[in-house]
């Protein structure tokens, strides 16, 4: 299983970009996906998953009504447009697959068993 993360950069408050996740090696509609973030010395947070099966959505707090997921599964990939973006958003975003979204709590790092390499999002104020 294959993950590739692309589409990260620097941009000004209030900015936009549109990451985007590429898989293989897997039955891509019949996986929830997710995507994380993180900061140097802080835990990975849950940003944003959607289910398989149940096309279940779920977003943290700190990026609703400002992120959006989507996937397409003729293309096996996710796509996580981020909008109105803060420089608390700075990370590194990962995607994962093979895990749970949670319609309470999302997803939760330790849940995933495969990972993408990552992609920074720097957001200068």
């Known amino acids: 299983v294959q993950l590739v993360e692309s589409g990260g950069g620097s941009v000004q408050s209030g900015g936009s970009l549109r990451l985007s996740c590429a898989v293989s090696?897997?039955?891509?509609?019949?996986?929830?996906i997710a995507w994380f973030r993180q900061i140097p010395g802080k835990e990975r947070e849950g940003v944003a998953c959607?289910?398989?099966?149940?096309?279940?959505?779920y977003y943290a707090d700190a990026v609703k009504g400002r992120f959006n997921i989507v996937r397409d599964n003729a293309k096996n990939a996710v796509y996580l447009q981020m909008d109105s973006l803060k420089p608390e958003d700075t990370a590194v975003y990962y995607c994962?697959?093979?895990?749970?979204?949670?319609?309470?709590?999302?997803?939760?790092?330790?849940?995933?068993?495969?990972w993408g390499q990552g992609t920074q999002v720097t957001v200068s104020s």
């Open positions: 994962a697959t093979d895990g749970f979204c949670h319609s309470d709590t999302g997803a939760r790092p330790s849940e995933y068993d495969y």
């Open positions: 090696g897997i039955t891509f509609r019949h996986y929830t």
């Open positions: 959607t289910g398989g099966v149940d096309d279940d959505i």
